[in-house]
């Protein structure tokens, strides 16, 4: 089985890459330093996460002080993508470190996936990809140490929105259960990787909520951030994320929507609660992600894109 075929790539792997999507997420962060960890204790030579930045809340990791900015070595014997349904969901300077490594691995968990290794551990249903990564390395006997299932607990709970996102399974549930047991403070990874926030991350919040408009009957809520507010706030890595959950826990919403500037155009974030495949919004304007969270990058004004999307989206509504 192709898992097999990975454990023999990972063992016979001097130098190992990990990449994941960018703006990295606790599981984008979480996937990656329990794979590092994982393979740090093969005994490997070089094992890098390469991220540009993240957010500071995630710094409880083991092996989050370790993270570069830039690869340390060209060519890599063995590189993995996890969380990251395509090559160009990586941020971009990175790709050329991919291509070049001998061995090309992804595990992912996104519904529209490219498959763009050479070995791809893909499963739609699994809520984190985190959760992949337990499951494939309890079937290939790779010890889960106390510190990797504090990284892997940490991408579970954060992909399940503290477990609180119907995708969540029995298996999310019995690996906080194997963690407890192991002496894991699961309570601190809640509160550290859920709910604790930078001061600028709360005042990203107190505006996005108090511009929240209701649309569609109250279907729909409506927030956004411009580069503007952010240069204003100081905002870090990280600040803007959690800020489209606010609008979706608004009795009655069943699609809430936030966009924020980039350096071109908007970011738009998209959740919904019971019927609308938000992906499949996103998917008209070349995005992607899950059926009830998603997002796309519209090369458009702020009215442009609040008029697309929301036109968009309305088509979805009961
Ligand atoms: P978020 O709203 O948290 O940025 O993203 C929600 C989900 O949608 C994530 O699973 C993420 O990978 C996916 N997603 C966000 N932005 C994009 C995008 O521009 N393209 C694609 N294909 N997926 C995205
Ligand atoms: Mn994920």
Partial sequence: MTLDEILKEMKNADTVLILSHESPD??????????????????????????????????????????????????????IVVDCPDINRVNL???????NAKVKVEFDHHSKNSMFGDYNIVNHVSPACSQILVSSFEYLG????????????????????????????????????W????GINVSKIYKESMLTMTKSKFEVQKLAMDRLELLADGKISFTYMTKEDDKKI???????????????????????IFLYE???????????????????????????????????????????????????TIKYLK
Avoid: Q, W
């Fill in 26 to 79: 606790g599981d984008a962060i979480g996937s990656s330093l329990g794979m590092c960890l994982a393979l740090k204790n093969m005994g490997k030579d070089v094992v890098d996460v390469v991220m540009k930045e993240y957010p500071a809340n995630f710094s409880y990791l083991p092996g989050a002080e370790d993270i570069k900015a830039e690869p340390s070595i060209e060519n890599y014997d063995l590189a």
């Fill in 93 to 99: 300077d990175y790709k050329e470190y991919f291509e």
């Fill in 142 to 177: 790779i010890e889960i140490t106390k510190e990797i299932g504090i990284c892997l607990l940490t991408g579970i709970i954060t992909d399940t929105g503290g477990f609180k996102n119907s995708g969540t399974t029995t298996e999310s549930f019995e690996f906080a259960a």
């Fill in 179 to 182: 963690a407890l047991s192991k």
């Fill in 234 to 256: 100081g905002v870090l890595a990280g600040d803007h994320d959690g800020v489209v959950e606010i609008g979706r826990n608004i009795e009655g919403v069943e699609v809430s």
């Fill in 262 to 312: 980039k350096e071109k155009g908007y970011k738009a974030s998209l959740r919904s609660n019971d019927y609308v495949n938000v992906a499949d919004v996103c998917m008209l304007f070349g995005g992607g992600g899950h059926i009830k969270a998603a997002g796309v990058s519209l090369n458009m004004t702020l009215e442009e894109a609040k008029k697309a999307i929301i036109e968009e």
